[in-house]
């Protein structure tokens, strides 16, 4: 039974992990979370950083969404290079003031 259960929980969080993703275009921004799927216009964003958990996109309201996708626990490596796309694509973007 206890292996049972941790073969569960094991695939459970393999199914997390691989599941986020991040999509960026002219439509806006798609975060696909474990826990659910954000979508975010650039006009939204206020500002982007990386923080502990991935890219962290600051709303003008003070609200943040986290996309996961960016942190080093989705691809086991640095994302500083994924990360300077995605603010480069954001800084390109009509209306928007991202930094």
């Not at 958990?53 to 709303?59: I, L, P, S």
């Not at 080093?72 to 928007?96: H, I």
């Amino acid at each position: 039974m206890w292996s049972g259960l941790a073969v569960g929980v094991a695939l459970f969080f393999w199914w997390a992990i691989l599941r986020v993703r991040l999509a960026v275009g002219p439509d806006g921004i798609v975060a696909v979370n474990p826990w659910g799927t954000h979508h975010l216009a650039l006009d939204e964003v206020a500002s982007v950083r990386l923080g502990a958990w991935g890219a962290e996109f600051h709303h003008g309201d003070g609200f943040k969404t986290t996309a996961y996708a960016l942190s080093e626990l989705a691809a086991g490596t640095s994302q500083d290079r994924r990360f300077a796309e995605l603010q480069a694509v954001l800084e390109a973007a009509p209306d928007s003031s991202s930094q």
